[in-house]
């Protein structure tokens, strides 16, 4: 196992398009978490599953973002009609139960 | 609303000499405290972890002090190299509940001097 792997490692879209960002995680760990980071801040949790559950999410994942993990291996994040605003570094982790967090190297997004 | 904080944005250190990363939480139900190293263009790295039944925790070349009466959290790193430069995170958990996600805070760069 290679660690928690994010695709693409960058994306520039424009304003109002949809972008879907793909996290497989470490294959024995049943939680996979999305968080978000802007230059200069801590990341910030959006949500999070165990195994294809989604668990918990931030008053951050505004309704045009959606999360899923249909079989509870890899996941989607999707953001629809983006905005300028959503440009950030979109960061996967996993772990098994409350161990600690592996992360991945993150999509980079772009809004233009 | 509560959240985990950090003291100094940016700290600079001679090659070779001792670091200190400071950290204050104010979420009194945290129980379970993380350190992370994030370079460049990479997601945050595990370093060493400890839980509030414990006060000082050693890995290698890394200590990790909690000191529950104040809140705070340190790390310190032994011997600095060049390799250390990277922006650190403290993050915390309530361990009691499992459920809960980490809270990071907004990071200290740590620059280290040749």
């Known amino acids: 196992d290679t660690g928690v792997s994010q695709n693409p490692r960058h994306k520039i879209t424009k304003r109002g398009q949809n972008v879907t960002f793909r996290c497989d995680p470490i294959?024995?760990?049943?939680?996979l978490y999305w968080y978000r980071q802007t230059l200069g801040q801590g990341p910030e949790f959006l949500t999070y599953?165990?195994?294809?559950?989604?668990?918990?999410k931030s008053r951050l994942l505004s309704d045009r973002f959606s999360a899923e993990r249909p079989k509870g291996s890899f996941s989607t994040l999707e953001i629809q009609r983006t905005e300028q605003g959503d440009s950030a570094m979109y960061l996967c982790?996993?772990?098994?139960?409350?161990?600690?967090?592996?992360f991945g190297s993150g999509t980079r997004l772009t809004v233009v | 609303g509560e959240s985990v904080g950090l003291h100094l944005p940016t700290l600079s250190v001679q090659e070779g000499d001792n670091s200190i990363i400071n950290c204050a939480y104010s979420?009194?139900?945290?129980?379970?405290f993380i350190w992370y190293k994030q370079e460049s263009g990479k997601g945050p790295q595990f370093i060493i972890d400890?839980?509030?039944?414990?006060d000082k925790r050693q890995g290698q070349r890394v200590t990790v002090l909690l000191n529950k009466t104040v809140k705070h959290l340190s790390l310190q790193i032994a011997a600095t190299q060049p390799g250390d430069s990277a922006v650190y995170f403290c993050?915390?958990?309530?361990?009691?509940?499992?459920?809960?996600?980490?809270?990071f805070g907004k990071g200290t760069r740590l620059s280290v001097i040749a």
């Open positions: 982790a996993s772990s098994w139960d409350r161990g600690d967090y592996t």
């Open positions: 294959s024995e760990h049943n939680r």
């Open positions: 599953f165990q195994n294809e559950a989604q668990l918990e």
């Open positions: 979420n009194s139900a945290s129980d379970y």
């Open positions: 400890i839980r509030s039944n414990m």
């Open positions: 993050a915390e958990n309530m361990a009691a509940t499992g459920n809960t996600p980490l809270v």
